[in-house]
C-alpha cells in the first residue's frame, strides 16, 4: 500500500478515536456536573403553593418535567435517572400541589400517578389539559390499573409509564416521549404572517407562514419576483408549501412556450394526486430551474429564493401586477385565507378543535375527494 494512502487512512482513524474521546469526556463532564448539582442543589419551596416541592435544574435542558406522586421514592427515582441524563425535574407529592405551579410555572411534561389521595391522576390530566393544553401529560401506573391509565388518553393525556420501571425503561419512554412532542410541534404553524428579509443561506421558519420582501403573491398562492434582467422567477408559495408537504414530482412547462395569466403553469404530484398552479403573469417560458427538480427537497427548506420553478418573459406584467399582493396587501391576503381553510376544514367535516388548526404537510392525510376540494378551492384561483 502506498504511503500517501496509508498516511491519509491512519490520520482518519486517529481523528475518529479523538473525536470520540472529547465526546465521551464532555458526556462524562456533564454528568459529574448533574451529579453535583443532584447532590447539592435540591431547591425546597416552603410556599403555600407546593410545600413538597423539590426542584433539580440543570442548565440548557431536555425538557422540563413536573412529576407527582405520593411516593417519595418513586419522585426520588425520577429526579435521579432523569436529571443525570439532561431533564430539568419538579417533584410535589399531590395533585393540588401540581395543579397550582403549572399555572405559573412552565413544563414541558406532566407524568402523574394514576392512585393518589385526594385527587388522582384522572382528575390532574383533565385539570392539567384544560389550563395548559400545552403540557404533555404521563400517567405513572401499576399493571392493575393499566386500563384506566388508558382511558386517561381519551381526556388528554400523552401516553402512560408502568411502575416498577428500570432506569433504562424510563429513559428510553421519556426520549420517545420527547421525540413525539417535538414532532408535534415541528408540525404546528402559527396563524401568524410577516414579511420577511431572508438571506440565501436562511431557513423559513416551520411556526408561521411567511414572505420574503419585494415578492409578490397571485390568488393561486404562486409568487413571482421582477429581476434585474426584466425577467419574472415564479414559484409556489408558503402558504401552498406548508399545506401540501411532501411533493413526489414537478411537471413543468415547456421552454418557449406562451401562457396567458391564469392559465396552468406547472402541477405538482403527491403520490397519485395532482394540482394545478395557475400562471400570474403572462409571457414566454424562458428559464426551468433544473436544480430545483434534482432537488425537490430544498423546498422544505423555503420554497423561495433560488428555488424559483420557472422565469417567463413578461408581457403584460405593469397592468398585471396590479392584481398581485405584496407588502401589507400580501400579509393581509395571507391572514384571511388562513381562515378561509379553516372554514373550509369545518365545511368538510375534517376541522378537529383538538389538534394544531393548521400543521406542515396537513393535506397528505386527508382522503382523495378532501385532497382535490381543498386544492381547487385554494390554488386554482385566478382574479
Known sequence: ?????????????ADIIIRYAIKNFNEKKSR????????????????????????????????KILCVDDEDVILDSFRKILVLDGYSVDT????????????????????TDLKMPEMDGVEVTKVAKHLRPDIDVIIITGYATVETAVSCMKFGAMDYVQKPFTEDELLEFTKNALIKR????HKQLKPRVHIAQLQESEK???????????????????????????????????????????IDFLDLPNLGMTIEKGQPLFTIKQGTRSTHFLSPISGMV???????IENLEALDFTPYLKNWICSLDAEK???????????????????????????????????????????????EKFNDKDWYSITSSFFKKNV
Open 92 to 111: 410535589v407529592t399531590s395533585g393540588a400541589e401540581a395543579i397550582n405551579l403549572i399555572k405559573s410555572l412552565h413544563y414541558d411534561f406532566i407524568f
Open 286 to 292: 424562458r428559464n426551468i430551474n433544473h436544480e430545483l
Open 1 to 13: 500500500m502506498p504511503l500517501f494512502i496509508l498516511s491519509i487512512i491512519v490520520f482518519i482513524i
Open 204 to 246: 423559513l421558519s416551520v411556526g408561521e407562514f411567511a414572505i420574503p420582501g419585494g415578492v409578490f403573491i397571485s390568488e393561486g398562492h404562486c409568487w413571482a419576483s421582477i429581476t434585474q434582467d426584466g425577467t419574472v422567477k415564479v414559484g409556489m408559495d408558503d402558504f401552498a408549501k406548508k399545506l401540501i408537504g411532501k
Open 32 to 63: 459529574k456536573y448533574r451529579e453535583a448539582i443532584l447532590a447539592e442543589s435540591v431547591k425546597y419551596d416552603f410556599s403555600k403553593e407546593a410545600i413538597s416541592l423539590k426542584r433539580v435544574e440543570v442548565p440548557e435542558p431536555k425538557a
Open 317 to 363: 406584467l405593469e397592468t398585471e401586477i396590479q392584481n398581485l399582493k405584496i407588502g401589507k396587501n400580501a400579509v393581509t391576503f395571507y391572514q384571511d385565507e388562513i381562515e378561509n381553510y379553516i372554514n373550509k376544514l369545518k365545511e368538510l367535516n375534517l376541522y378537529d378543535k383538538n389538534e394544531s388548526q393548521i400543521f406542515w404537510g396537513q393535506l
Open 182 to 185: 417535538q414532532d408535534r410541534i
